[in-house]
C-alpha cells in the first residue's frame, strides 16, 4: 500500500524550496516513523525503478530533468498562456508554454510538448516549451449561455477549463433561445483562425435561474442522476421487509434498547439522521457514551445493485437547496434514517470515561432504538442556555449531560494535540425562486462541538478495535504536513509578526492559532495554517489523522451519505459475528486501495461542485450591486493584484494592481507584501480592506473589485489602529442579519456538515 507515499514523495520533490537529499533525510522530511519506512522505501523503490525519480551523487535524492519531449496535461489560461504538468513528474515541474505556442489545447487535454528554450529569473531556472501534439482531448461537452453574435449563435462556456466562444448553428432543433443555459458537444476543435465548432444537444433553462444553474453544475461536474430500477426495487424491498421486531431475522441478534432517552441533533432542513446519542451513569459513577449509528449494512449486501451504486457515487452530495444522495430517499430519508418515536436498526458504540474523559472501555452492538426527540442544533442551543420549552425532562437531562461530557473530552484532545481551525462558515439566504439574497454566519454554537467531539470518538474507537484485530479496512488518514510546507509557514507568519521553529509540532501550531484568536489577521493565519497542510483522505494506509492527533482513524458514523462508513460497518459486522478470513482479508485490502482513490475523488468533486455552485449564486446576487462596498481581509498577493475574500459572503475578489491607485506598486515574495514606492504605502497580508464591486463575470467565476477609499488612507488608518503582536481575545459571535425582500427569505439547506 505504498500509493500515499509515492505521492507525498513526487509532491515534496516538486516543490520550489526542496533540495536533494538522501532517503533517510527525504523520510524525516516527510515525518515517517521507523514502523512505516519499509512501506515508504517500497514507495521509492517502484518510484525509482519506474524512472520517476533517481539518486544522484552522494545519494541524493531528486527527479529527473525535463529534456526534449514528453507527454503532460494541459492548463489553460484566460490570458492565453498556459502549462504543461508532466504525467511523470520531473525537476523543474511544469512547463510554461507563450500563447502562440499552445496548440489551441484546452484544460485537461493530453498533449506532447517539447521544451524550446532555458533561461533564469532570479535563482530560479525557467522553461518555456510548444504543444507538438494534442494526443487526447479531456472532454468534448461543455455546458455555457448561448447568445446571437454578429456571425452567428456562440456558446460562451462557464467555468475556468475553456475560455473561447464557441461556434453553434441549427438552435432551434433543441428549441434553444438567446440566454439559454445549453449543453455543446464539440464537432471541430479550435484553430489558429478558427473559432470551435459544436451542436448543442440540451438546453437546461434560462440562464441565471435556480434551477438551471444547478443542472449546469450536474452536468459539468458530471454528478450523478436519478437511480436506476433495480435500485429502486432494491430499495423497496427493503422497505417492504423491514422487520423491527426481528420475527424472522433471528440469526442477527440485537439488543433492544427502546427504553433509553436517545436524541439525534441535526441541521433544522435535514432528513437522513445516521447518529443518535445516549449517556448515562454506570454503577461505579462513570459516564457510558453510546453512539448509536444507522445499520446501513443490515440493508445493503456487497455486490448488490445498490452497493455497487453506492460506491461509483462515494459520497451524498450537498448543493445549496438541492442533495444529490448516495442512497434513494426510501432508505436515507426512510428506514435508515432514525426517525423519533421509530424503531430503527443501529450500531452501538459504548465508551465509557473517566472524570478527566479518559476512554476506559469499549463495547460494540448490534441494537434496536426507538429516539425518543430529534432536536436542530439551535434548539439543543437554547435548552444548554435554559429555555426548555417543549423539550422533555429526560431530554433536557441528557442534553446538558452532553455538554458537560463533551467539554471535558474536547479538553483532553486538544491536551493531546487535536488542531482546531478557526475558519467560519457562511451560510446563504436565499428566496423562494432560489435566488440568493443575503448572507449571514452559519451556526457555530457548541452544540456542533459536542456532536463533532462523540463522532471523533467513536470513529477512533471502532478503527482502534479493527486495527487491533488485523481487519483490514478504509482509514480515514490525514498525513503529517512535510517540513518544506513547514518551513515556508514559518516563513509567511513572519509577515504578521508571529514566529514559529522550523519544524513547528502539533503544540506550537495550536499556540499559534491561540495567540491569533481575535485579531485582524485571524482568518489569513487559520487560512495558511490548513493550506500548509495535506489534505486527509481513504486509504488502507496506517498513517494516522495528524490534525486529531489520532493513532487509529476511520470513518463510521454515517453510512447513509458516505460509502467508506459503509465498508466499516461491514468489517465491524464480522468481529460481532465471530468471522475471520485470512485470504479473504488479504484479497479486501487490495481492493480498498482502488476504492480509497476514488471515493476521495467524489469527495473533492462534491466539495469542488458545492463551492463553485455558492459561488455562482453569490456572484448573480453581487452583479446586481455594482458599487456596492464589502468588508474584506487580504488572503492573497502577487505580482498581478491582491486577492480578497469577504468577511461576509465568503466569496474571493480581485484587486488588480492598476486598480490600487496612483503608484508604482511592487510585489515582494520574500516579506509577502505590496510596497508604493513613491508613498511608501504598505499592502499585507490578513489586513481588512474595505472595498467596492467594480464588475462581475458571472460565467468565468470572476469578481472583480477596487479599493473603497484611496489606499494610502485606509492602510494607514489600519497601522494605526491595529499591531499584529498583542491581541485581544473575543469570545463574540457575529449576529445573524436578516435578507430584506418581499419573499421571505430561507437559508440554504445544505445538509450536514461533515463531522470529521
Not at 97 to 103: C, G, Q, V, Y
Not at 466 to 473: A, C, E, G, T, Y
Amino acid at each position: 500500500m505504498p500509493e500515499v507515499f509515492k505521492t507525498r514523495i513526487v509532491k515534496v520533490l516538486k516543490h520550489a524550496d526542496y533540495r536533494p537529499l538522501r532517503l533517510a533525510q527525504l523520510a524525516k522530511t516527510l515525518g515517517v516513523s521507523s514502523a512505516d519506512y519499509p512501506q515508504f522505501k517500497a514507495a521509492f523503490d517502484q518510484l525509482r525503478q519506474a524512472g520517476h525519480v533517481i539518486i544522484g551523487a552522494r545519494n541524493l535524492v531528486s527527479l529527473p530533468s525535463l529534456a526534449g519531449q514528453f507527454t503532460g496535461t494541459f492548463r489553460s489560461n484566460p490570458r492565453g498562456f498556459g502549462f504543461v504538468t508532466p504525467l511523470e513528474p520531473h525537476a523543474h515541474g511544469d512547463l510554461f508554454i507563450p500563447p502562440k505556442f499552445t496548440a489551441e489545447a484546452m484544460t485537461g487535454d493530453i498533449v506532447m510538448a517539447k521544451v524550446k528554450r532555458k533561461g533564469k529569473r532570479g535563482k530560479e531556472m525557467r522553461l518555456a516549451g510548444e504543444i507538438v501534439e494534442i494526443l487526447e482531448r479531456a472532454q468534448n461537452k461543455f455546458v455555457g449561455t448561448l447568445s446571437k453574435g454578429p456571425d452567428g449563435w456562440i456558446v460562451q462556456p462557464d467555468g475556468t477549463s475553456f475560455f473561447e466562444p464557441i461556434c453553434v448553428g441549427d438552435v432551434g432543433a433543441k428549441g434553444a433561445r438567446a440566454k439559454d443555459k445549453v449543453v455543446v458537444e464539440i464537432l471541430t476543435y479550435p484553430t489558429e483562425k478558427y473559432l470551435a465548432r459544436g451542436v448543442i444537444i440540451k438546453v437546461l433553462g434560462k440562464a441565471g435561474r435556480y434551477e438551471t444553474e444547478i443542472q449546469s453544475i450536474i452536468h459539468q461536474y458530471h454528478l450523478p442522476g436519478e437511480f436506476d430500477e433495480d435500485c429502486i426495487k432494491q430499495a423497496r424491498s427493503a422497505a417492504a421487509e423491514f422487520d423491527p421486531e426481528q420475527k424472522g431475522r433471528r440469526s442477527q441478534k440485537r439488543e433492544y434498547i427502546t427504553d433509553k432517552v436517545i436524541i439525534t441533533i441535526d441541521p433544522p432542513d435535514a432528513k437522513d439522521f445516521d447518529d443518535a446519542i445516549s449517556l448515562e451513569k454506570n454503577h461505579e459513577g462513570n459516564w457510558v457514551l453510546g453512539i448509536h449509528i444507522a445499520d446501513v449494512s443490515a440493508f445493503i449486501g456487497p455486490d448488490s445493485p445498490l452497493d455497487n451504486e453506492g460506491q461509483d457515487r462515494g459520497n451524498s452530495v450537498y448543493l445549496p437547496g438541492r442533495t444529490i444522495p448516495m442512497l434513494p430517499e426510501i432508505l436515507s430519508n426512510g428506514i435508515c434514517s432514525l426517525q423519533p418515536e421509530q424503531k430503527r436498526f443501529v450500531k452501538s458504540a459504548y465508551l465509557t470515561y473517566d472524570e478527566k474523559g479518559k476512554v476506559l472501555a469499549r463495547r460494540f452492538a448490534n441494537s434496536v432504538i426507538c429516539s425518543t426527540q430529534r432536536l436542530t442544533y439551535q434548539e439543543a442551543d437554547r435548552i444548554l442556555k435554559g429555555h426548555t420549552k417543549g423539550a422533555k425532562r429526560g431530554v433536557i437531562e441528557l442534553v446538558k449531560n452532553m455538554e458537560a461530557l463533551s467539554r471535558v473530552i474536547e479538553q483532553r484532545r486538544r491536551k493531546n494535540g487535536m488542531i482546531h481551525l478557526d475558519l467560519p462558515e457562511t451560510e446563504l439566504i436565499m428566496d423562494k425562486s432560489g435566488r440568493v439574497v443575503d448572507a449571514c454566519p452559519a451556526d457555530d454554537s457548541y452544540p456542533h462541538t459536542i456532536i463533532e467531539m462523540f463522532m471523533v470518538e467513536a470513529n477512533e474507537a471502532v478503527a482502534a478495535l479493527l486495527d487491533r484485530l488485523n481487519i483490514p479496512i478504509i482509514r480515514r488518514i490525514h498525513p503529517e504536513p512535510d517540513a518544506l510546507s513547514m518551513r515556508n509557514l514559518t516563513e509567511l507568519l513572519k509577515a504578521f509578526g508571529f514566529s514559529l521553529p522550523r519544524n513547528p509540532d502539533r503544540r506550537t501550531i495550536q499556540d499559534l492559532l491561540a495567540s491569533a484568536k481575535g485579531a485582524e489577521c485571524s482568518f489569513a493565519i487559520n487560512l495558511a495554517v490548513l493550506r500548509s497542510f495535506e489534505k486527509a483522505q481513504y486509504a488502507p494506509l496506517h498513517i494516522g489523522h495528524f490534525a486529531l492527533a489520532s493513532t487509529h482513524y476511520c470513518h463510521f458514523t454515517s453510512p447513509i451519505r458516505r460509502y467508506a462508513d459503509l465498508l466499516v460497518h461491514r468489517a465491524l459486522e464480522r468481529h460481532l459475528q465471530g468471522r475471520s478470513d485470512t485470504a479473504r482479508d488479504i484479497s479486501a485490502e487490495a481492493d480498498l486501495v482502488g476504492i480509497g482513490k476514488h471515493i476521495t475523488f467524489t469527495e473533492q468533486r462534491a466539495n469542488d461542485a458545492e463551492k463553485e455552485l455558492t459561488t455562482v449564486l453569490i456572484l448573480q446576487m453581487l452583479s446586481k450591486r455594482i458599487g456596492e462596498a464589502l468588508d474584506c481581509v487580504i488572503t492573497g498577493l502577487t505580482g498581478f493584484g491582491v486577492f480578497v475574500q469577504s468577511k461576509k459572503f465568503g466569496i474571493e475578489g480581485l484587486i488588480r494592481m492598476e486598480e490600487l491607485g496612483p503608484d508604482r506598486w511592487k510585489f515582494n515574495k520574500k516579506t509577502q507584501s505590496i510596497l508604493g514606492e513613491r508613498t511608501g504605502c504598505s499592502i499585507r497580508l490578513g489586513q481588512s480592506l474595505k472595498v467596492q464591486i467594480v464588475s462581475v463575470n458571472v460565467p468565468a467565476r470572476q469578481l472583480n473589485v477596487a479599493p473603497a477609499e484611496e489606499l494610502t488612507k485606509a492602510v494607514g488608518e489600519i497601522k494605526r489602529n491595529k499591531r499584529p503582536t498583542k491581541h485581544k481575545k473575543s469570545r463574540e459571535k457575529p449576529k445573524s442579519q436578516k435578507a430584506k425582500g418581499k419573499t421571505k427569505p430561507q437559508r440554504a439547506k445544505k445538509g450536514k456538515k461533515s463531522r470529521r
